[in-house]
């Protein structure tokens, strides 16, 4: 297993991709103005749903791309956020100033809960453990019959902001996802240059140093998976509000494997990556699913071919071309 | 004994049939440079693993500045001030030279659960770091990646990495191992001037660099000690020449 | 809880434990030797029982059905490992989770385009449909009978094969140390290519038999893959004995777990929240059971490796 496939994540991104994020957040933040001459919500309510995937992607990309712990449940974080706000407003507690930070507290517990046993592992196994820890709470849900089961739960409305309904504007929530996507990044962003980021990068690049020079990897990593779960969770509250409806299908193995594409196809270990590899991916299904509902037998090996030949993602693509470009 | 600031007790380990550390008893005293001398497959490695805790004895006790170590993790005995360096360099390659020493000044400065702040840019870490650096020699070439860096630059950075610890007790694995001539006389140097801020467990096949710098020599042999003592006493020694010595020494 | 039923639900987790095998076996090899994480190859087990429906459609015979979809799942496997996987062994494992993930999509939607979404069937032989008499009021369906003794047999043929042949030999040397193997003159390229062969068959071969059983549709494999990892996992990496042992402990908790959670839970709680509570419980247990596993040993019940 070669640790040359992974280069070493650094704190920021190098040379012309500098302004990156910049520009990321200045496209986001004139969608939905492009979109007043499109007329329609249609590409607000998809941008929203990008960002909100983007948002998951990121606190991924700590986990993965920053911290080597490939977790293979991370769509049951997304899952449990989404599933507090359902069954809140089932009980009629329909403010958002309670069912988010519910839905955090859900999912960082779980988090915290689950990372304390997984963490012990590595390797597949850690692999497989996130997997299994993912299932559970797919399965805990599809057997919830008065939340819906395995049919999943319409929710009657979005939550309300301290008793506004401005989430109901979709230009408004696309902008309050845009804040928590902006929040979310520059939080992470911060944290990965921290004194506490660097021993996380460190130990994945040597976890047996990291422990001679008597860092004890294991409480950061388990920090980190929390930080990470409890993110998610942001993002799967802002997804039962887009979709006004939560569903098993939110935490199930195949999600978590996305995500990992996701922000594999971005590029890893870079943050920018992988908000630009979520809205690849969604906005890739998004226009070939309009042409045929086979698009994935072309993705697939899309998705190989990635692997083989494209191993920094776009961002390592983009890179590539800057410098060839440099040269002139 | 009361004063050594490791004391190793009857430690014992072995790989199914393989005895590799036979009921050893060792110590070093404050200060003091003791090197541990022997041929392939004694078990030197082994020890040092065992007393920075990347292997467990199976049986023994492992005493550091009077406190027994031996269940401990190695991040706990690292606090301690127990700091290693590894006979295959062991560093953060993506990281530059000076990061992978701030590391190691971060650890020694508590405190790293902070999650806000440039780490690359504390004066506070980056200066004992670059002063680690310069100890070793490596002051220009804080900045190159870690992986870039030649093979005894390498050897050197180790050892940076360690003393940024500021340890009681430094254990060096064969740290001249694979360096020419001139890097060997570098580290050498290095070494002696450090010697007497800490005590070191130096485990070295250079004999040169050995009888230079050691206060005391142990001869480890199929695991176990078979002479201690001065330089002097250990090169007359008729057991540690006809064992190991015999044709070491021109 | 009658004994009739007992007993029938022992042999249903028998027979599952028995699939399970035939496709962890495969998995836990290529595993073991190339240290290669392959999520795809539950889509080997759905492709087996595929490429069966289509030849049945051609022949008529389930044997030669058989026969030929096996060659044809050795077949693609071999190429598969050719063209793609060959150039991963090097790559650490995200690579290998994202690209194998990537032919899951492929396989999956290329059936449905291929075959269409409805899902297919494959009528068993003949001879071997209905039902036997085993005991006064227990009567058992003779193809799961076949599934097992199938199963069976060949865990005792892969048993004579790795510790009894020569070829056998270098696969167990290679599961705990390929560079060494590599380094002692064998051509390991070749000994990759037929564990993993061999293991996209055994993986066809599982799927061929549950077929008639089971109906054949896109996505069938997937569930099947995170019990065969399971099983893996529970019974350590690169072990056969251990994906026997574990295959059959995750067959017959699965069963008798889904089974009887409900009217065991209920001498705990009341029979309302016991039938609510039951059926999560029992879908969760194989996961419970790998955590503790994985908490008590982390790396597994028998791993090749070695702990």
Same mark, same amino acid.
């Given at each position: 297993?070669a ?9 920021r ?15 986001f ?8 001459f ?12 990008? =960002?909100?995937?983007a ?6 990309d ?20 989404? @599933? ?21 507290a ?7 809960l ?16 996130t997997?299994?820890?993912?299932? =559970? ?7 919830l ?39 979310? @990044? ?41 930080i ?21 299908? @939110? ?10 594409v =996701? ?24 226009w ?15 998705l ?25 | ?11 014992r380990?072995?790989f ?13 005293? +404050? ?8 041929? %392939? ?9 065992q007393?920075?805790?990347l ?5 023994? /006790? ?5 406190r ?5 993790? /190695?991040?706990a ?7 290693? *360096?590894f ?5 953060? +390659?993506?990281f530059?030279?000076?990061? %992978? ?9 508590? *405190? *790293? ?12 870490? %980056?200066? +004992? ?9 490596l ?6 990646p ?20 500021? +340890? ?10 694979g360096?020419?001539?001139?890097? /060997? ?5 290095v ?26 020599i ?9 002479? *201690?003592? /001065?330089p ?10 006809a ?8 | ?7 029938? &639900?022992?042999?249903?987790?028998? &027979? ?27 889509? &080997? ?8 429906v ?6 008529? !015979? ?6 030929l ?14 063209a ?20 899951i ?33 227990l ?17 005792a043929l ?15 040397a ?10 002692? !003159? ?12 061999? !293991?996209?068959?055994?993986? !066809?071969?599982?799927?061929i ?42 067959g ?19 029979p ?18 790998m ?17």
């Open positions: 297993m640790a040359a496939s992974l280069a070493a994540s650094p704190a991104p190098r040379g012309g991709l500098r302004v990156l994020p910049a520009g990321i957040f200045l496209a933040a004139l969608i939905p103005i492009v979109a007043l499109t007329g329609g919500t249609y590409l607000v309510s998809l941008g929203s749903r990008v =960002m909100i995937f948002i998951a992607a990121v606190a991924l700590l986990l993965v791309g920053y911290g080597a712990l490939i977790s293979f449940g991370h769509a049951a974080f997304i899952g449990l956020g989404a @599933y507090a706000v359902g069954i809140l407003s089932v009980y009629g507690i329909t403010d958002a100033l309670v069912s988010l930070p519910v839905a955090l859900v999912s960082a517990a779980y988090a915290l689950t990372g304390v046993i997984c963490l012990r592992t590595s390797g597949v196994y850690f692999i497989m453990i997997l299994a820890f993912g299932q =559970m709470a797919f399965f805990t849900a599809s057997s019959a008065p939340f819906g089961g395995d049919d999943g739960l319409t929710i009657a409305a979005r939550n309300t902001l301290a008793g506004f309904p401005l989430l109901r504007d979709e230009r408004a929530f696309y902008y309050v996802v845009l804040f928590c996507l902006l929040g979310t @990044y520059v939080f992470c962003r911060a944290l990965v240059g921290s004194r506490f980021g660097r021993v996380v990068r460190g130990a994945k690049e040597n976890p047996v140093r990291m422990a001679t020079i008597g860092f004890d990897v294991y409480r950061f990593q388990l920090a980190t998976y929390v990470a779960g409890a993110l998610a969770g942001l993002s799967g509250f802002l997804l039962a509000n887009a979709t006004e409806f939560v569903s098993p299908a @939110y935490m199930s193995w195949q999600r978590s494997g996305e995500l990992i =996701m922000v594999l196809l971005g590029g890893l270990g870079s943050l920018d990556g992988a908000i630009i590899g979520a809205a690849a991916y969604l906005l890739t299904e998004e070939l699913s309009g042409f045929t509902e086979h698009w994935k037998v072309i993705f697939g090996p899309v190989v071919l990635v692997v083989l030949f494209a191993r920094g993602g776009l961002i390592g693509l983009a890179s590539a071309l800057v410098r060839r470009f440099a040269r002139g | 004994m009361a004063d050594a600031v490791l004391h190793l007790e009857k430690l380990k072995s199914g049939a393989l005895v590799v550390t036979d009921e050893l008893t060792f110590d070093v005293m +404050p200060r003091e440079l003791h090197a541990v001398i022997g041929p %392939n497959g004694a078990g030197k490695t082994t020890l040092i693993n007393i920075s805790g292997v467990a004895p199976d049986a023994g /006790t492992i005493l550091f500045a009077g027994d170590i031996t269940a401990l993790p /190695t991040h005995r690292a606090e301690l001030g127990l700091a290693r *360096s006979q295959v360099s062991s560093i953060l +390659p993506g530059s030279a000076l990061e %992978n020493v701030a590391l190691a000044v971060q650890s020694r400065a508590g *405190s *790293s659960f902070r999650v806000l702040g440039r780490a690359a840019a504390e004066a506070a870490l %980056n200066g +004992p770091a670059m002063a680690a650096l310069a100890d070793v020699g002051a220009e070439r804080a900045h190159i870690a992986g870039e860096l030649a093979h005894g630059e390498k050897r050197a950075l180790e050892l940076a990495i360690a003393l940024a610890m500021q +340890p009681k007790l430094l254990l060096l694995d064969e740290p001249m191992a360096t020419g001539r001139e890097e /060997t006389a570098r580290l050498v140097e070494l002696r001037r450090l010697k007497g801020r800490f005590s070191v467990v130096l485990v070295e096949h250079d004999m040169t660099a050995v009888f230079a710098l050691a206060d005391r142990s001869v480890l042999i199929y695991g176990r000690i078979l002479a *201690s003592g /001065t002097a006493g250990v090169r007359a020694d008729p057991r540690v020449v064992a190991y010595l015999g044709d070491e020494m021109e | 809880m009658s004994t009739t039923l007992l007993v029938v &639900q022992i042999l249903n987790g028998l &027979q599952l434990g028995v699939l399970l095998f035939l496709v962890a076996a495969g998995l836990t090899l290529v595993f073991g030797v190339m240290d290669f994480i392959n999520l795809a190859h539950g889509a &080997q087990y759905m492709l087996g029982a595929y490429l069966a289509a030849f049945y459609a051609l022949t008529g !015979g389930f044997l030669s059905a058989l026969i979809a096996l060659a044809a799942a050795l077949a693609f496997g071999l190429v598969l490992e050719f793609v996987f060959r150039h991963l062994y090097d790559r650490d494992h995200l690579d290998h989770v994202i690209a194998t993930f990537g032919i999509l492929f396989l999956n939607h290329g059936v449905k385009l291929v075959w269409g979404a409805a899902p297919l069937s494959l009528p068993m032989p003949e001879l071997f449909s209905g039902s036997v008499r085993l005991a006064e009021g009567v058992y369906p003779v193809w799961r009978l076949v599934i097992i003794a199938a199963g069976l047999a060949i865990a892969l048993y004579v094969l790795v510790a009894h042949t020569r070829i056998g030999m270098l696969v167990r290679g599961a705990t140390n390929a560079a060494m193997v590599s380094a002692l !003159g064998v051509n390991i390229g070749r000994l990759f290519m037929i564990v993993f062969g061999f !293991g996209a068959m055994l993986a !066809g071969f599982a799927g038999m549950i077929a008639p059983i089971l109906s054949v549709e896109p996505g069938m494999g997937d569930n099947i893959l995170i019990l065969a990892f399971v099983v893996i996992v529970i019974g350590g990496i690169g072990s056969i004995r251990g994906a026997f042992l574990a295959a059959l402990l995750i017959l908790v699965d069963t008798l777990g889904r089974s009887f959670s409900v009217d065991i839970l209920r001498f705990v709680m009341g309302s929240p016991a039938r609510t509570v039951g059926p999560a419980i029992a879908s969760m247990l194989i996961y419970l059971l955590a503790v596993v994985l908490y008590v040993r982390p790396t597994g019940l028998f791993p090749a490796k070695g702990r």
